[in-house]
């Protein structure tokens, strides 16, 4: 297993591509929103899409898709859908869904890449598009177009996550493969590296996932706290007013 990160010139320079695109897309969204949102939000569903696409074509026209491998039942690759699903439709459960999967998991996979090829190798591009496209999907829909999660989206967004696994894991026993890497980790290395050894790392994995999905939805918790006050008071100011009128 390698046991180093991957703080190469090129990973480097695709973290800041997606960076800088993102942050462009979610301060135009805030500060500019307009018709330009929908060409935007097509498009960058497409090249979620598309990439996913490209990466189970070429397994098959090189024959090396198999059951075991070529299904696109990865967290990320399950985003990918998830995301292009949520852009396009901008339906509220979609959104909240691809917000915990995007954040605690597929960014996870864009600081740590499960891959083996180099840039300009097509399959290099793929992936930093993917993984790249789903994380600035997520922050568009969110941060950028303020469809913010409703209150109990963490607990449904887990509960969800979990009956995912499970049928995976049924897939997984059926098939010899490893998604979501249920059976072994990852070659490359991954914040389940610190979590010890298989089976172990699995529950690890099963908590450090809970404390992030909560982390997520703090900031939106702590917002509409923030707004109820504001309301209140307001609604207090208003009463005084004709109590002494």
């Not at 960076?19 to 569903?45: D, K």
């Not at 074509?57 to 491998?69: D, I, K, Q, S």
């Not at 969110?142 to 967004?157: D, K, M, S, Y």
Request: charged residues 10%; positive net charge; aromatic residues 8%.
């Amino acid at each position: 297993m390698t046991t180093t990160l991957d703080l190469s010139t090129e990973h480097l320079a695709a973290l800041a591509a997606t960076a800088l695109v993102t942050a462009a897309l979610c301060a135009a969204a805030r500060r500019r929103p307009g018709p330009w949102v929908l060409p935007a939000s097509i498009a960058l569903g497409a090249l979620v899409a598309g990439s996913e696409a490209a990466w189970i074509a070429w397994l098959v026209w090189r024959g090396a898709w198999t059951p075991a491998t070529g299904l696109p039942l990865q967290l990320c690759d399950a985003a990918t859908a998830l995301a292009a699903a949520a852009l396009w439709t901008r339906r509220q459960a979609l959104v909240e869904l691809l917000w915990f999967w995007a954040l605690a998991g597929t960014l996870q996979a864009l600081l740590t890449p499960d891959v083996q090829q180099r840039f300009p190798d097509a399959l290099w591009l793929q992936y930093y598009a993917v993984h790249g496209g789903i994380v600035a999907a997520a922050l568009f829909l969110v941060v950028g177009l303020r469809i913010r999660p409703r209150r109990g989206a963490a607990v449904r967004a887990a509960a969800l996550t979990a009956a995912y696994a499970a049928v995976v894991g049924a897939v997984d026993l059926v098939t010899g493969g490893d998604y979501l890497f249920l059976r072994q980790p990852p070659a490359d290395p991954s914040l389940l590296d610190a979590m010890g050894p298989w089976p172990w790392y699995l529950p690890g994995a099963a908590v450090l996932a809970i404390v992030l999905f909560a982390l997520l939805q703090a900031p939106f918790q702590a917002g509409a706290a923030t707004r109820r006050c504001s309301r209140q008071r307001s609604s207090a100011i208003v009463q005084d007013s004709h109590a002494g009128s």
